[in-house]
């Protein structure tokens, strides 16, 4: 089972300001990779697949990078709605899917 | 608009049975695999369950819940569904039904989740 690792835990923000947030794989999942966003109440939202495509309607500002085994995703200049709960998941070798432990998001 | 449905949750007692279902609109449910995938009380998301679309007969199951848990699903009905049998404390969560896209090549397929429901709350005590 391929492990995800996410930092940090938690990430306090401005608004404005650019978030990093960070996914490392135990072992290669070459390009497949997904980030989701996860709101309280609501359902889990596609942001990125393919390690770097943005899901439709997704806006510009999200953006997915890496292969291999390191993984970032960028939020370029944070919004009020941006401020949630993220998780990569890998989908390269499965069953299982595997995910990472989320990333919280947090207005400074 | 692809909408997902769940429904089914609720409070039952350790040992318990109880079947979810997913109500799926907006896509032609028949062409696409599906999944469960839960989330207990401040802990991540966590996959259960995996489906093939029509004509494919494959299933997969996390090994937490293999051999208790049955998904299935009715092409005609636009349903998804999970039977959840001898359930356990641990398996208090909310539970999403999650369609699948992707694509298949040189013998893999490589599927992510595009749309989620908004979950339904299964909660396993005494």
Redesign the interface.
């Known amino acids: 089972e391929i492990v995800m690792t996410q930092s940090p835990a938690t990430l306090s923000v401005s608004p404005g300001e650019r978030a990093t947030l960070s996914c490392r794989a135990s072992q290669s999942v070459s390009s ?1 990779l ?1 980030w ?1 966003q ?1 709101k309280p ?6 942001l990125i ?1 393919g390690a770097s495509t943005r ?1 439709t309607g997704i806006p510009a500002r999200f953006s997915g990078s890496g292969s291999g085994t390191e993984f970032t995703l960028t939020i370029s200049s944070l919004q009020s709605e941006d401020f949630a709960v993220y ?1 990569c ?1 890998q ?2 070798n ?9 990333t919280k998001l947090e207005i400074k | 608009e692809v909408q ?1 449905v769940e429904s089914g949750g609720g409070l039952v007692q350790p040992g318990g049975s109880l079947r979810l279902s997913c109500a799926a609109s907006g896509f032609t449910f028949s062409s696409y695999s599906m ?1 469960w ?1 839960r989330q207990a009380p401040g802990k ?4 259960v369950s ?1 489906i093939g679309s029509s004509g494919d007969n494959t299933i ?4 937490s819940v293999r051999g208790r848990f049955t998904i299935s699903r009715d092409n005609a009905k636009n349903s998804l569904f999970l039977q959840m049998n001898s359930l356990r404390a641990e398996d208090t969560a909310v539970y ?1 039904c ?1 369609k699948g ?2 694509f298949c090549r040189g013998g893999s397929c ?10 339904t709350l299964v909660t396993v005590s005494s």
Do not use: C, K
Request: net charge negative.
């Open positions: 497949n997904a989701y996860r109440g609501q359902a889990p939202r596609l697949y899901a998780y998941q989908y390269n499965w069953p299982p899917y595997t995910f990472g432990q989320g | 997902l999944n995938v991540g998301l966590e996959w995996y997969y199951y996390a090994d999403y999650a896209e992707g490589y599927i992510w989740f595009d749309s989620w429901g908004q979950g």
